[in-house]
């Protein structure tokens, strides 16, 4: 599928470069209303399992959110932001979100370990990074959420999930750019420091 010329250009050569997707990659906001095929979004997982975790956990869990589940959360976060921000923020926030095309939630194990439960956590964000990266390779944009609903009590139970042995990581949006922000980041002399 076209890209329409809204990527970097590198991104529309037939091998990209890891120093292209890793710079051009951007947190998209606005979503075409194309679903990508489903082939991609697999191909992307299948790399993104890759991502480094510690003695092997492995502690990831990939939810693919259907229409019916979609339309659960979206009235969950709606209900959340009428008692929060008022009625007009939380329909506004509702029409955006059943826009956006493709839906997935990761979460990560519950360790009885406190430092391996943040090992594992890491771990997970690595994993949506890589899927994040992949995705964006192959012209699909995403949108990485920890918002309010993904912490909320009732948002796991959703997704089936016991929350004594799973946490949500965050919601990732995906779909094709409707518009690629334009970014920038510090200079790496602002953020190292040289040690003897």
């Not at 510690?54 to 932001?81: C, D, F, M």
């Not at 493709?102 to 899927?131: H, K, M």
């Amino acid at each position: 599928m076209s890209t329409d010329s809204i990527l970097p250009p590198c991104v529309d050569r037939i091998e990209t470069t890891v120093a292209c997707v890793l710079r051009g990659r951007r947190t998209i906001g606005a979503f075409r209303p194309e679903v990508p095929p489903r082939e991609v979004v697999l191909e992307a997982l299948e790399l993104a399992r890759w991502a480094p975790n510690h003695k092997k956990t492995e502690p990831w869990h990939v939810y693919w959110l259907g229409p019916e589940t979609v339309t659960q959360v979206i009235a969950l976060n709606s209900r959340l932001l009428t008692a929060s921000k008022g009625v007009a923020e939380a329909d506004s926030k509702s029409k955006k979100w059943a826009q956006i095309p493709g839906w997935l939630v990761v979460t990560s194990e519950l360790a009885t370990d406190p430092f391996r439960q943040e090992e594992d956590y890491a771990a997970c964000c690595c994993l949506i990074q890589n899927l994040q990266l992949a995705l964006w390779s192959a012209g699909v944009g995403t949108k990485w959420s920890t918002g309010e609903v993904t912490r909320h009590p009732e948002f796991l139970s959703l997704l089936g999930i016991d929350p004594n042995q799973r946490r949500a990581v965050g919601m990732i949006w995906y779909g094709y750019p409707a518009v690629v922000p334009e970014q920038t980041r510090r200079s790496v002399d602002s953020f190292l420091s040289n040690l003897p």
